[in-house]
């Protein structure tokens, strides 16, 4: 399939395959098709920005039966790395577009329940009041003040696994209340970069505008993670809207 119109809305930090590999997993938005699409896997090198819009060719995903999942036609373990030079960037989507284009019923969700209970993969949500974030500590990562004391011999790690504290996003919806994982590259090279600083709710410029990208796992289809915050139709925008 050629998609001529694929809108990426967000792409997750990466993380090492069984084989030695390091995939990213996208997800965006086809307005042709009417749906949002999950792209993976995807290399760590030169994808497209968030809120572009690319032509790409797309096979189904044999490792992945979720009706919105989909692979890049042609790629395979020796062109992994370059694999993402496929996307064709044309066109940025700003300002009100991004509400006007992402203005579709069947995308949006009222709560977590309704996601699970049509079977979907991936959603938009509005957050009842402004969302918020904590920070798990991960005493595991090398990264970690007690584990550096201690870093000879530690086993490399790549990923959300290597960070000291694991961000997750605390909001509403209309059955309750969530705490999911955030998993946004954007916020992980923030915490790369200024480590111990906890300001993600500013980077992302959380407010009521903010809506929420979420999915669930492949592996377990009920649990849901934050992909991306998107402040749609807002004159401010993240500073972390144009990272990863």
């Not at 938005?29 to 949002?36: A, D, G, K, N, Q």
Request: charged share 25%.
């Amino acid at each position: 399939m050629i998609c001529e119109d694929f809108i990426m809305l967000g792409r997750t930090v990466p993380e090492p395959n069984k084989d030695g590999r390091v995939f990213v997993c996208s997800a965006g938005y086809s307005p042709e098709l009417r749906s949002l699409i999950r792209i993976y896997p995807l290399s760590r090198y030169g994808g497209p920005k968030r809120w572009s819009m690319n032509r790409i060719a797309l096979q189904r995903n044999p490792k992945d039966s979720r009706p919105e999942s989909w692979k890049l036609a042609g790629d395979t373990n020796e062109n992994h790395n370059q694999i993402n030079m496929l996307f064709t960037t044309f066109d940025m989507i700003r300002g009100q577009e991004r509400h006007d284009i992402l203005d579709v019923d069947q995308l949006w969700v009222n709560s977590i329940k309704e996601a699970n209970e049509r079977r979907l993969s991936l959603a938009l949500i509005e957050p009842k009041g402004i969302p918020s974030i904590t920070y798990d500590e991960n005493p595991n990562s090398p990264d970690h003040p007690q584990m550096k004391l201690f870093d000879e011999g530690l086993p490399e790690t790549e990923g959300a696994k290597r960070f000291p504290y694991q961000p997750r996003m605390h909001f509403d919806d209309d059955k309750g209340s969530h705490k999911l994982m955030l998993r946004d590259w954007g916020c992980y090279e923030r915490m790369r970069k200024a480590p111990g600083q906890f300001d993600l709710d500013e980077c992302l410029s959380l407010g009521r505008d903010s809506r929420l990208l979420i999915g669930n796992l492949n592996s377990h289809r009920t649990s849901w993670l934050v992909i991306s915050v998107l402040n749609i139709g807002m004159a401010q925008l993240s500073i972390l809207d144009g990272a990863a």
